[in-house]
């Protein structure tokens, strides 16, 4: 954890490059930050993709004893933006009623060609 002016931040899941969670407590809330994160079962269809990253960002949620209805924001990068509708579908399944957070969804090549989805979210709980 370091410490600065006011404020402390905790990187979870850290490697050389970027950590997969990062969490900065600002007076009395905390902003989480969750990198990027794609499917590790690369064989799956865009809704296969998008159910397991979905499950990767409620799982380290989990670790700050924070869950969906506590992301205010989310960024989809598809792949191909035809397959907008089978992500909403597994996105839709998995978003909590009543905690929508606002959202974006953007057309991009993503690093690896066997990446049909990328999710990033921006979540706050009470410090």
């Known amino acids: 954890m370091e410490k600065h002016t006011g404020m ?3 990187r979870y899941e850290m490697g050389p490059r970027f950590s997969e969670m990062t969490v900065v407590g600002v007076g009395s809330a ?3 930050y969750i990198a990027g994160q794609v499917a590790e079962q690369t064989s799956l269809d865009v809704e296969g993709q998008t159910r397991e ?3 990767f ?3 380290l949620l989990a670790k700050i004893g924070a869950d969906k209805t506590n992301i205010v924001s989310a960024r989809i990068y598809l792949a191909s933006v035809g397959d907008y509708a089978a992500m909403n579908s597994a996105w839709d399944d998995w978003v909590a009623p009543g905690h929508v957070p606002a959202r974006s969804t953007i057309g991009a090549k993503l690093i690896h060609s066997e ?3 990328e999710i990033e979210v921006t979540a706050a709980i009470a410090a």
Request: charged share 35%; hydrophobic share 45%.
């Open 8 to 10: 402390e931040i905790t």
């Open 30 to 32: 905390k902003l989480v």
């Open 53 to 55: 990253i979905l499950g």
């Open 57 to 59: 960002i409620d799982r």
């Open 115 to 117: 990446y049909k989805v």
